[in-house]
C-alpha cells in the first residue's frame, strides 16, 4: 500500500487516472446537488408555507457537502491500494519491503 495523498498516486498507471476521474465525477454530482439543496431551501425560506421544506433542503445540502471529504478521502484509499508497476516508481523508491530476521551467530 502506497502513501495517502500521495499526489504521483493520481496518475502513475492509467488505472489510477480512471479512478480519479471517476471519483471526481462523483465528487462534483456531490457538490452540485449540495448547492442547489441549498439555493432552492434559501427561496423556500422566502415563503412561509415552505419553510419546513427549506429546512430539510439545508440539512441535505449540509449532509451532502459532508460527503465531499469522505468522498476524497475514499478516492485515496483506493488509489493507495492500487498496484504501482515498478516502472512507473520514482528512481530509488521501491515496494516496502518486510525486512526478515537474519540468524547470525
Known sequence: MSR????GNRTATADHAEVVRKYELYRTLVEFLAAFAFVVGSVFFFY???LYAGTWLFLVGS???AVRPSIRL???LR???LPVPDEFRPYGAGPEKVKSPRADG
Do not use: G, Q, R, V
Open 74 to 76: 475514499l478516492l485515496e
Open 79 to 81: 488509489l493507495a491500494n
Open 4 to 7: 495517502l495523498f500521495d499526489t
Open 63 to 65: 449532509i451532502l457537502f
Open 48 to 50: 412561509e408555507s415552505l
